[in-house]
């Protein structure tokens, strides 16, 4: 099959990859990038284990072909290091033990990151509905709806700027 050029910004790294047509943005990113963070969980897009970033708006990254990407900007998890949202959510989540397994995680932390970019002081049925559509068998849900609760007080405490400076030293 005849591969297609595509350009795109892969957390924040201009990319040039040549791809089939057919190519899923999800195999892509892990089979081709290794972006492991990126998980496959139902192939179907209701679980959100393969959630990445599309010009900053959350998708299914199984459900997406590689070629539909061309020109946009992508963010996996692994991209996420410095983000201050994120980094907020991950210490809350350790707090809160709002992960087990942690194979969630990665599309879980996007989701909320989404939310709290939206909201900054949102309420527990606000977190659950952005929520929704990212399955967990491991916690109940209860210590990630917390774990969002607490990252978003963080965020509005001001807590999460000493860490994304860190990030930059």
């Given at each position: 099959m005849e591969k297609v050029q595509l350009h795109n910004t892969i957390n924040d790294a201009s990319e040039t990859r040549e791809v089939e047509p057919r190519q899923l943005l999800v195999h892509m990113l892990r089979d081709s990038m290794r972006l492991t963070g990126v998980h496959i969980g139902c192939d179907t897009s209701q679980c959100g284990a393969c959630t990445v970033l599309l010009d900053q708006e959350t998708v299914r990254s199984c459900t997406v072909l590689a070629v539909q990407t061309e020109g946009v900007s992508i963010h996996t998890i692994e991209g996420m290091e410095c983000d201050p949202t994120v980094t907020a959510l991950k210490q809350a989540f350790n707090e809160l033990h709002g992960l087990q397994c942690g194979f969630c995680t990665p599309g879980m932390l996007l989701a909320a990151r989404a939310l709290l970019l939206r909201v900054r002081d949102p309420s527990e049925d606000a977190v659950r509905e952005a929520l929704h559509g990212n399955l967990c068998?491991?916690?109940?849900?209860?210590?990630?709806?917390?774990?969002?609760?607490?990252?978003?007080?963080?965020?509005?405490?001001?807590?999460?700027?000493?860490?994304?400076?860190?990030?930059?030293?």
């Amino acid at each position: 099959m005849e591969k297609v050029q595509l350009h795109n910004t892969i957390n924040d790294a201009s990319e040039t990859r040549e791809v089939e047509p057919r190519q899923l943005l999800v195999h892509m990113l892990r089979d081709s990038m290794r972006l492991t963070g990126v998980h496959i969980g139902c192939d179907t897009s209701q679980c959100g284990a393969c959630t990445v970033l599309l010009d900053q708006e959350t998708v299914r990254s199984c459900t997406v072909l590689a070629v539909q990407t061309e020109g946009v900007s992508i963010h996996t998890i692994e991209g996420m290091e410095c983000d201050p949202t994120v980094t907020a959510l991950k210490q809350a989540f350790n707090e809160l033990h709002g992960l087990q397994c942690g194979f969630c995680t990665p599309g879980m932390l996007l989701a909320a990151r989404a939310l709290l970019l939206r909201v900054r002081d949102p309420s527990e049925d606000a977190v659950r509905e952005a929520l929704h559509g990212n399955l967990c068998r491991c916690t109940g849900y209860q210590n990630i709806v917390d774990a969002v609760l607490l990252a978003a007080a963080t965020l509005r405490e001001g807590e999460a700027v000493a860490i994304e400076e860190a990030c930059h030293e």
